[in-house]
């Protein structure tokens, strides 16, 4: 991968950018079988939403991560942040009027659980096989 490429791939506008593209798009299409202005309102709620929600949920995962142990560090962090990632969704969307919001969080929930999960187990796995002299050799 190219430099300039790495740097796109890393940056945080661009993540942003394209949570706010991707899971508005997604909002649109969940919400396309009521009357405009609706499926858009819920697509600028859930973009603008995801935006900053994935600059939240990193911080929230690395911060959640230092304080558990043990096996706990594994699945608390990332369920906390879901957790409060799905209130939040929710709340907003039920405050702005969204029609569909179990199908308008679904796919952003997902995308954000997985990328929670993964996130928590690169920068706690590592941390937990060292404190407890786990070694996985080849």
């Known amino acids: 991968m190219s430099g300039r490429l790495k740097a796109l791939a890393g940056s945080s506008i661009v993540h942003v950018l394209f949570a706010l593209l991707a899971m508005g798009g997604w909002a649109v299409f969940a919400n396309r079988a009521h009357p405009m202005p609706r499926p858009l309102i819920a697509g600028l709620v859930q973009g603008v939403l995801s935006g900053c929600l994935t600059l939240f949920l990193k911080s929230a995962v690395e911060a959640l991560s230092k304080r558990f142990n043990g096996f706990t560090v594994l699945w608390a962090p990332p369920l906390i942040a879901c957790l409060g990632s799905a209130a939040i969704l929710v709340t ?43 070694s996985h050799g080849g």
């Open 92 to 134: 907003i969307h039920a405050l702005s009027g969204t029609p569909e919001i179990l199908k308008t969080i679904a796919v952003p929930l997902l995308v954000s659980s997985s990328y929670a999960a993964i996130y928590n187990y690169s920068i706690s796995g590592g941390r937990r096989r060292s404190m407890t002299g786990e």
